[in-house]
């Protein structure tokens, strides 16, 4: 299937699954060059957690935790996005060598990201969101999620024409887990041709979520949840996905891999 695979490479010390792993640089540069040896198409940097309930940082200690990984992992020639919500973060990271502004809160959280997004030339990943982590799920109220997740980021997609981004530099993500819960994820995953059928790119983060080990049955290992991912990549990337964003690169390549030799009746 020809859907890019995206590493995550978190560099914080409380994200939803590896906060605290990879928060010395070195640590996080060696992390992403063995994702990429893994086959990740795309490597993403983050700096500030958006867990429920993360504490939000400010851009200087976001920007010493990421700058120098973009840096280092753009220079050895990786495809770096950048998962910033401050358009201080997105400017710098693009500086250092990143390609893709990856902003979870689709340009709502800092008003000045997508015109200064605009001006660097970078593409951009707008996620549909409502909210900060403090009290997101205040919001995951629907009357019709489908509808309103699209229209959302049709929103999001305006604004962006808006501030001067090229439509065609856009890349919507459904935002699983931001401002949903539970069952209106695999609601939002169920309408994934519609939200593909938007026009721009598709990105799918449903890594190691919550909602994942809900449907196992409550709290699931680390290793169940990445099955449990690597089949969402194959239904996302059938679905029309771009690209998915996984923790465990191996599992999801592997899945896409079998999933392509169904396919095309070869391996
Ligand atoms: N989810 C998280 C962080 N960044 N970016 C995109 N584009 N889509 C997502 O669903 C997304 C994201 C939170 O997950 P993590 O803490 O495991 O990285």
Request: charged share 20%.
């Amino acid at each position: 299937m020809g859907c890019l695979v995206m590493g995550i490479v978190n560099a914080t010390p409380d994200s939803f699954s590896d906060g605290g792993r990879y928060l010395d640089p070195d640590l996080a540069v060696a992390h992403g060059l063995r994702l990429r040896e893994l086959g990740a198409d795309i490597l993403d940097i983050g700096g500030e957690s958006t867990r429920p309930g993360a504490v939000r940082v400010t851009p200087e200690i976001e920007q010493e935790r990421v700058l120098p990984v973009v840096h280092a992992l753009a220079a050895a020639g990786a495809v770096v996005s950048i998962d910033t919500m401050n358009a201080s973060t997105a400017v710098a990271a693009v500086a250092a060598g990143a390609r893709i502004v990856n902003d979870v809160s689709g340009g709502l959280a800092d008003p000045d990201l997508l015109a200064a997004v605009a001006a660097t030339g970078a593409d951009v990943a707008l996620g549909h969101w409502r909210g900060h982590s403090d009290d997101m799920y205040a919001q995951a109220q629907y009357d019709d999620i489908e509808r309103e997740v699209a229209a959302e980021l049709v929103g999001r997609v305006e604004a962006a024409a808006a501030a001067g981004i090229n439509p065609a530099r856009v890349i919507l993500d459904p935002g699983l887990g931001f401002a949903k819960r539970g069952d209106q994820n695999w609601r939002v995953l169920r309408a994934l041709p519609q939200l593909v059928g938007l026009g721009p790119r598709l990105l799918v983060g449903a890594s190691r979520k919550g909602f994942l080990a809900a449907a196992l049955g409550g709290e699931a290992s680390e290793a169940r949840r990445d099955l449990a991912t690597a089949v969402t990549s194959v239904l996302a990337a059938d679905a029309g996905a771009w690209a998915v964003r996984v923790h465990d690169v191996v599992a999801t390549r592997d899945a896409l891999t079998i999933a392509r030799a169904w396919q095309e009746g070869k391996a």
